[in-house]
């Protein structure tokens, strides 16, 4: 973005005004600190007690409600512009006088437009989120308002699940979600909040590779949701349901079912979702062995890519297109390509994705004869899932794979053994994405 922003670029992009482009552009602008759109944002020098103050307004009218978001935003829009990465060091009572509704809303839409492009910074508006949930002060005079505050801390809570798992923290995913729950069934239990807790219960189940709990959760989302009359949101479980279908190692299933989830969506409401369940249509394809139509996909998508696609779709774009080289016999332009999505998914801070394009990278360098080079590679992948928590199986096949390499006993099917181990485990290759929304 070669620009600065406008005073409302924040609250535009908060109330889901703003293009995905747009909205790509505010966030990736905001997060680099800039110094003059901190000034034009916030044009004179306030107090905190004055942001405070209105914060802490009560909710007795609209206008009031207004002036909350908007200081929301306004507080907001300074903590990211100013570089402020500590809101769980503030004194507690700060954090009281700062808390509110609005605040909370603003903190989860800006975790979730992060959710494409900068995981980690997605965790953290998640997690000032949870926090902020907490200390929104009960009015006692309002009925059920006590009741309406679990469910925000619910929603917060789930929220922060996802985001974990977005980012490849399943174990922090899991206990978020039990809180999630947890204040769920001491709120209103409206249906349409736990179908979003069943929704992301899903997707955490397909990262473990609990299928049938996925599909269980899946359904239970979709029957709420058509009951509530949102087809949109029912689309979206097909959609889920046929990704999970191919992690589970039925391409044709989920081929079918992704072409049933796009019929019930409304393409204007998620545009993103529609390139997501593309994707998965190409990489499938690819699954299949059908390359020339893969081929012709690959085609389309890199052209809605261009206009929906953020960094980390981008990534794995690139990663399919490796894939079909391989798959075409042309091993070199795959090797550069795995190289750079290894690289690129390291950056990011996406470990098992870059190790799904490590081990792909190594299979490439077996078929080309360059033992050493994998060794290497193996040897680097072993070294790092040490370091980390992963489940035995992954760690169990990289061991195999490298004791085999030391002994010049390795084989193509060795290394597939070893990525397939790791896709079931994490759920998390190049190929099927995520329903992020």
Known sequence: ?????????????????????????????????????????????VAEDEYDGVIDLSFATARVRAREWSAAVRWLTFYIVGGRR????FPRRKKRRLASWSLCEALLRLSFALRMDHPEEMVHFAEMAVEVASLVPWRPSEPRHLDQLRDLEARAWG????????????????????????????????????????????????????????????????????????????GRTLIKKGLYSAYNGHPAEGIQLLTEGLNELDLDRDPDLVYRSLHNVVFLTLETGDLEKAREYLGLLRRLAEVRAGRLDRLKLRWLEGRLAAGLGDLEAAARVFAQAKRAFERAGLFYHAAGAGLDLAAVWFRQGRTALVKGLVGELVAAFSRVQVEREAIGALLVLDKALAQDRATLELIEQASAALERLTGKRGGPQQARA
């Open 1 to 45: 973005m070669s620009e600065h922003l406008t005073s409302t670029s924040v609250a535009d992009l908060l109330e889901g005004r703003l293009s995905l482009r747009e909205a790509r552009s505010v966030v990736a602008h905001l997060l680099q600190g800039c110094e003059a759109c901190a000034a034009a944002l916030v044009p004179e020098p």
């Open 86 to 89: 500590c809101f769980s060091d």
């Open 159 to 234: 929220e922060l699940a996802n985001a974990y798992r977005v980012a490849d923290e399943l174990a922090l995913a899991k206990a978020a979600l039990e809180q999630a729950y947890e204040r769920y069934h001491v709120g209103t239990r409206t249906p349409l909040l736990l179908a979003r807790l069943h929704d992301i219960s899903a997707s955490l189940f397909a990262n473990q590779r609990r299928f049938a709990d996925a599909y269980r959760s899946l359904e239970k989302s979709r029957a709420l949701l058509l009951t509530a009359g949102d087809w949109h949101g029912a």
